[in-house]
């Protein structure tokens, strides 16, 4: 679904705006990091499981942010319940499906979420 920011001002910012833009606009690549940000609020920490796609243009690059799933550490050791990266996962399978139907090289550098917190 196209943000209204998009429908606007013609400016891609989310997801699927990005692939709106891509059909009408040459994309030459996109390149994707899987990150994990740690997020300390009132209520606890908490680990957010982010997709950031780089679209290269002819011209130009952007970035979009993708909230793949969250979890809550607990204790010192940290605690994830087996089915959260398996969540984040399979929103991110999805995801790549959809950019790799663009027919232009994704780059990236991990697999999935599980593999990144095997390394992490």
């Known amino acids: 679904m196209k ?71 607990r204790g010192t050791s940290g605690w994830v319940r087996p089915d959260d990266y398996g969540r984040a996962d399979e929103l991110l399978r999805r995801r790549i499906a959809q950019v790799e139907a663009l027919g232009v090289p994704l780059h990236a550098c991990e697999g999935s979420f599980e593999a990144l917190a095997a390394v992490a």
Request: proline share 3%.
């Open 3 to 73: 943000s209204l920011r998009y429908r606007l001002g013609g400016a891609p910012k989310a997801f699927d705006d990005f692939l709106d833009f891509a059909r009408t606009t040459p994309l030459q690549s996109v390149t994707l990091e899987l990150l994990r940000r740690r997020i300390v609020v009132e209520s606890g920490v908490f680990i957010e499981l982010i997709a950031r796609f780089t679209w290269q243009f002819s011209g130009f690059q952007r970035s979009s942010e993708e909230l793949c799933g969250t979890y809550r550490v």
